[in-house]
């Protein structure tokens, strides 16, 4: 069974770095696509991108300047860095398993809730 | 960008009833569009996937149709685990978008 396992600062400061973790078991971490996806409360969901085990990544255009997703297959994890947080960066922050090659989801974390406030 | 207009934005059904709940998109997505369970506190569930797959593990009472702009959801013979918000996405497009939601509610 696939668990995802997102872990990291639930408080980051205006203007600092968000950082994110997370870590995959009972799935090949090589053999797929991984995205982050955010959710502010009460709100939708918003895809932030997502990265292949070769490295290559996929980047929101909205946070592009912002974002930088790095997976450490040997860690069987995937990291998140968004920078220059505000307010508006407040959010449930999921990481997801593509299903297949395709930009569909079909494993999710938990979720963690990042609050970005000083 | 595309945008996914989902309606309505709330269904006060019972128990037993059949849900229809729509995804309109702005342009044409072909049929490659998604529908999502949420329930609260929890991660979203993949439900549909291009429009009329179900996903692993989901109930036949589950079906999806639809291609170009419009998509429906329908979940026949609620039960009572079925009430939650369901978002549709789309893939045809970058970066992918999610549709506002529909929350499906006990009346």
């Known amino acids: 069974q696939v668990q995802l396992q997102e872990s990291g600062p639930g408080l980051v400061k205006p203007s600092e770095t968000l950082s994110l973790t997370c870590t995959v078991s009972?799935?090949?971490?090589?053999?797929?696509?991984w995205s982050w996806i955010r959710q502010p409360p009460g709100e939708g969901l918003e895809w932030i991108g997502c990265i292949y085990n070769t490295g290559t990544t996929y980047y929101n255009p909205s946070l592009k300047s912002r974002l930088t997703i790095s997976v450490d297959t040997s860690k069987r994890q995937v990291s998140l860095k968004l920078s220059s947080v505000t307010a508006a960066d407040t959010a449930v922050y999921y990481c997801?398993?593509?299903?297949?090659?395709?930009?569909?989801?079909?494993?999710w974390g938990q979720g963690t809730l990042v609050t970005v406030s000083s | 960008e595309v945008v996914l207009t989902q309606s309505p934005a709330t269904l006060s059904l019972s128990p037993g009833e059949r849900a229809t709940l729509s995804c309109r998109a702005s342009?044409?997505?072909?049929?490659?569009v998604a529908w999502y369970q949420q329930k609260p506190g929890q991660a979203p569930r993949l439900v549909i996937y291009?429009?009329?797959n179900r996903a692993t593990g989901i109930p036949d009472r589950f079906s999806g149709r639809g291609s170009g702009t419009d998509f429906t959801l329908t979940i026949s013979n609620l039960e009572p685990e079925d009430f939650a918000v369901y978002y549709c996405?789309?893939?045809?497009?970058?970066?992918?978008?999610f549709g506002g939601g529909t929350k499906v509610e006990i009346k």
């Open positions: 291009d429009a009329s």
């Open positions: 997801a398993r593509n299903f297949g090659v395709l930009n569909y989801y079909d494993s």
């Open positions: 009972g799935s090949s971490v090589t053999a797929y696509y």
């Open positions: 342009q044409s997505v072909s049929s490659h």
């Open positions: 996405q789309e893939r045809d497009n970058w970066p992918p978008f």
